[in-house]
């Protein structure tokens, strides 16, 4: 399976993106999806992920701002970034949360989010 992220860019503080994640290949269910984000020197943290029956959970930093929804017809999943700050400024990756669990994720290039003070 293939997770490609991609919408990133560079905003000033207070603005939004959208990142979309695209998956292709095998892949069971979109449903256990999710949003990480790391900054150089940083562990990767996750900050939303899709939970299959239940509602999507999210980091205290963005709870409030961030979004994440699913079109299953398009095995998109996406991640709505409102009233961005300068700490969200990060490369952010998906990825299905059961592979990144049990340490066999393999993590693609992500797309590079900056938020400018």
């Known amino acids: 399976v293939q997770l490609q992220a991609s919408g990133g860019g560079l905003v000033q503080a207070g603005g939004s993106l959208r990142l979309s994640c695209e998956a292709s290949?095998?892949?069971?269910?979109?449903?256990?999806l999710a949003w990480y984000r790391q900054t150089p020197g940083n562990q990767r943290e996750r900050v939303a992920a899709?939970?299959?029956?239940?509602?999507?959970d999210y980091a205290d930093s963005v709870k409030g701002r961030f979004t994440i929804s699913k079109d299953s017809t398009k095995r998109t999943v996406y991640l709505q970034m409102n009233n961005l700050k300068p700490e969200d400024t990060a490369v952010y990756y998906c990825?299905?949360?059961?592979?990144?669990?049990?340490?066999?994720?393999?993590w693609g290039k992500g797309t590079q989010v900056t938020v400018s003070s």
């Open positions: 290949g095998t892949l069971v269910s979109i449903n256990y």
């Open positions: 990825n299905d949360v059961k592979t990144v669990a049990m340490r066999t994720a393999t």
């Open positions: 899709l939970r299959l029956g239940g509602m999507p």
